[in-house]
């Protein structure tokens, strides 16, 4: 059973561009998170997707935005991107319930210059 | 506010020599404890999953133990290939994860 996959792995790009980061979630998983990691803040959630429905937010500003497709596969936006937002985005599937586990990709590695 | 600290930061083990790691938390609602290990490069792998207080869970050489405010995560006789950053998370509602900022273990021969 593929894991989940995520592309690119590494990008980069310069301040005020904007970028897509692409999210394949297991096969029959229909929740897809997506998570920011960097030195000083450790994990912190974005969002969360169920069914092409946003069903939870973070604490990120609203240059930050998601979508979730019918098929499952979710995508990530940052616009008018800043230094600070250099990361490791990962993102993560599970089935459905409240309290499950949850299974990350790789992520993608950004860096703004 | 939830919040998940985790101590220590980092931590270095002799090959064999047993230890453990603490995840201190306080959330509005426990719904689960999570333990995930992260090698450099990777996202975070699954361990263990927690639910209520008093409850164990075991793997090779991992054991994790939930009490009502911190969780530990306990390793016997480690080895060099259990080198990774732990991490744990909490949930109340929702389905989100938070996260502590993790103990970087380091075993060495």
């Known amino acids: 059973k593929a894991g989940v996959t995520q592309t690119p792995r590494y990008l980069i790009k310069t301040r005020g561009q904007q970028v897509t980061l692409s999210c394949s979630p297991i096969?029959?998983?229909?929740?897809v998170s997506w998570y920011q990691q960097t030195p000083g803040q450790g994990l912190q959630f974005l969002f969360e997707y169920f069914s092409e429905t946003q069903r939870n937010k973070g604490n990120f500003p609203g240059r930050f935005s998601g979508r979730q497709f019918s098929n499952s596969r979710s995508e990530m936006n940052v616009s008018t991107l800043e230094l600070g937002d250099s990361a490791l985005y990962l993102c993560?599937?599970?089935?459905?319930?409240?309290?499950?586990?949850?299974?990350f990709g790789s992520g993608t590695q950004l860096s703004v210059l | 506010e939830d919040q998940v600290t985790q101590s220590p930061e980092a931590l270095r083990l002799q090959e064999g020599e047993s230890s453990s790691l603490n995840c201190s938390y306080t959330?509005?609602?426990?719904?689960?404890l999570f333990w995930y290990r992260q090698d450099p490069g990777k996202g975070p792998e699954f361990l263990f999953t927690?639910?209520?207080a008093g409850e164990e869970k075991e793997k090779e050489r991992l054991k994790a133990t939930l009490t009502k405010k911190e969780s530990f995560l306990h390793i016997t006789a480690p080895k060099p290939e259990d080198s990774a950053t732990y991490l744990c998370?909490?949930?109340?509602?929702?389905?989100?994860?938070?996260f502590g900022k993790g103990t970087s273990l380091l075993v060495t021969p």
């Open positions: 096969s029959g998983h229909r929740s």
């Open positions: 998370a909490v949930v109340n509602s929702g389905y989100a994860l938070n």
């Open positions: 993560a599937s599970s089935l459905n319930m409240e309290g499950e586990k949850l299974f």
């Open positions: 959330v509005s609602g426990l719904r689960g």
């Open positions: 927690l639910y209520s």
